[in-house]
Nanobody, 118 residues
């Protein structure tokens, strides 16, 4: 049984930083972060497995995904209002794929809200 619990969301001003955490119970080879803004579809942000990391173009150079044992992190720097969304941690049993597709992940956390004001 895989369970994911996110934490670390909050409100910041543009240019600020936040670090999201995701605690994993169980086993998953690939971990990912997705986000969903009001009125928009859920989109992939980043993923990580032992082979490496993947980032959406919109966050490259600003966000960094990392892991430390059962905890996965998303360090978000230079946040902009367009980064405002509910952020979800996700997991899959197999390798990460080179693209970030919601349907590839079978396990999801409850989400944590990130709000960036201008």
């Amino acid at each position: 049984q895989v369970e994911l619990v996110e934490s670390g969301g909050g409100s910041v001003q543009a240019g600020g930083s936040l670090r999201l955490s995701c605690e994993l119970s169980g086993y998953a080879y690939c971990m990912g972060w997705f986000r969903q803004a009001p009125g928009k579809e859920r989109e992939g942000v980043s993923s990580i497995d032992r082979r490496g990391t993947t980032y959406a173009d919109s966050v490259k150079g600003r966000f960094t995904i990392s892991q430390d044992s059962a905890k996965k992190y998303l360090q978000m720097n230079s946040l902009q209002p367009e980064d405002t969304a509910m952020y979800y941690c996700a997991a899959r049993g197999g390798y990460c794929r080179p693209y970030l597709a919601e349907g590839d992940f079978g396990y999801w956390g409850q989400g944590t809200q990130v709000t960036v004001s201008s």
